[in-house]
């Protein structure tokens, strides 16, 4: 096995074992909330404990990418990053390793019952909202200036 393949390995069954597990985030993608190398603690979460707003850590071939849930649906969740408005993912319940409940930053923790931590949930999912109410509202223009073009009065021809 490759050498990252083997530590996801081992970094899954950490989690199963102890029920928390140490996650370094990396790049951009959840800025200004997380930043590279930050460390993010993940706890195992029960399928039903999942909210959105949560973060939540998942398995994608050997890397764990951290993303905000912004909705529940079966068995999948939507997730997205703060930073990157036009992605989304989805991601089945077998995937998800667990919720991030700390952030490491400079030797100073921030537990998710923290206020910092749900100003920045609310921060996350307003700005999805907006994004969401944004493309809405571009779709239902598209749709309504083609309904236009097709039903001008003026251009029918008269009687």
Same mark, same amino acid.
């Given at each position: ?6 530590? !996801? ?12 597990? *140490? ?13 590279? !190398? ?7 979460? $029960?399928? =039903? ?12 071939? $050997?890397?764990?990418?951290?993303? &905000? ?10 997730? @997205?990053? *703060? =930073?990157?408005? +036009?992605?989304? #993912? ?8 667990? &919720? ?6 400079? !030797? ?5 019952? *923290? !206020?910092? @931590? =749900?100003?920045?949930? +609310?921060? %996350?999912?307003?700005? #999805?909202? &907006? @994004? ?12 309504? %200036? ?14």
């Amino acid at each position: 096995m490759k050498q990252d393949a083997v530590k !996801g390995v081992a970094q899954g069954l950490q989690l199963l074992r102890s029920h928390q597990m *140490d996650v370094r985030f990396h790049g951009d993608s959840m800025l200004p909330f997380l930043y590279d !190398g930050d460390r993010v603690i993940v706890e195992a979460v $029960d399928w =039903n404990d999942i909210r959105v707003g949560d973060l939540i850590a998942y398995r994608l071939e $050997d890397k764990f990418p951290t993303r &905000r849930v912004v909705r529940r649906g079966g068995d999948s969740l939507l997730l @997205w990053c *703060d =930073n990157w408005p +036009d992605l989304r #993912f989805r991601v089945r319940r077998e995937q998800v390793l667990g &919720r991030a409940i700390a952030r490491e930053r400079d !030797g100073t923790r921030l537990h998710r019952s *923290d !206020g910092e @931590w =749900n100003a920045a949930t +609310d921060r %996350g999912l307003a700005i #999805f909202r &907006r @994004w969401r109410a944004r493309r809405t509202l571009k779709t239902v223009r598209i749709a309504a %200036g083609r309904l236009l073009r097709l039903c001008r009065p003026w251009a029918r021809p008269a009687r």
